[in-house]
């Protein structure tokens, strides 16, 4: 059973328009939330976070909204650039402690078009 | 260079064979943790290592298996290899709070 689940395996998006890549988890224990980007044959890098005390962080172009009564996240890409295209995972943890392991979802492939 | 280094990038190899792969977490992570992804599949946590001690494990099957060194650095260890381990198998460290620091990852074949 998927605890972390990404129903969109892939999404369109015109260049300077927002994208928004959408993320629904099972566990109620979770409590700290990661976006990840890949590129194809590199390893996945960290994008954003959010822990349960917030409804919202923004780092630049990238924000991340999660509601927790809804046990969903999403992640916003605001102007999107041909640069985003890649794979956004979305990692869930029961919480922010040390040596933890994420449960990761199946990831969004993000193609954005000039 | 995310300072995770995964050795080796490529390997071919033939069914029933075994395999090792390696890991040298960044400097100072204390926590590893291996990650299977095939093909058009997500991350599939394998199992974690903290200071030299397996901590969690994953869905790792038992012709897996995985050990932490004294200098941190860890390998996994596949065995009697079958078509379907052929993947991209993922290292990562973190030092605690917030996310981990993924490795480039080692493609496997097995043909």
């Known amino acids: 059973d998927q605890q972390v689940k990404q129903n969109s395996p892939s999404l369109s998006v015109q260049e300077g328009r927002i994208s928004i890549l959408n993320c629904d988890y099972t566990?109620?224990?979770?409590?700290?939330f990661l976006w990840y980007k890949k590129y194809p044959a590199e390893g996945p890098t960290f994008l954003i976070s959010i822990s349960s005390i917030k409804d919202k962080n923004e780092d630049g172009r990238f924000t991340v909204f999660l509601n927790k009564s809804a046990k969903h996240l999403s992640l916003h890409i605001v102007p999107s650039q041909p640069g985003d295209s890649a794979v956004y995972f979305c990692?869930?943890?029961?919480?922010?402690?040390?040596?933890?392991?994420?449960?990761f979802g199946p990831g969004t492939r993000l193609s954005v078009l000039p | 260079d995310s300072g995770v280094t995964q050795t080796p990038k490529h390997l071919i190899t033939a069914t029933g064979q075994r395999v090792t792969l390696r890991c040298s977490p960044r400097?100072?992570?204390?926590?590893v943790y291996w990650y299977q992804q095939s093909l058009d599949q997500g991350l599939q946590f394998l199992i974690q290592y903290y200071n030299g001690e397996e901590r969690a494990k994953g869905n790792i099957l038992e012709r897996f298996s995985a050990q932490q060194f004294p200098d941190l650095h860890s390998e996994l260890n596949l065995s009697s290899l079958e078509l379907g381990d052929s993947a991209l198998y993922f290292c990562a460290s973190s030092e605690g709070e917030g996310g981990y620091t993924f490795g480039s990852g080692t493609r496997l074949t097995v043909v």
């Open positions: 566990n109620s224990m979770f409590d700290y």
């Open positions: 400097s100072g992570d204390l926590s």
């Open positions: 990692a869930a943890s029961p919480q922010r402690y040390y040596g933890q392991n994420f449960v």
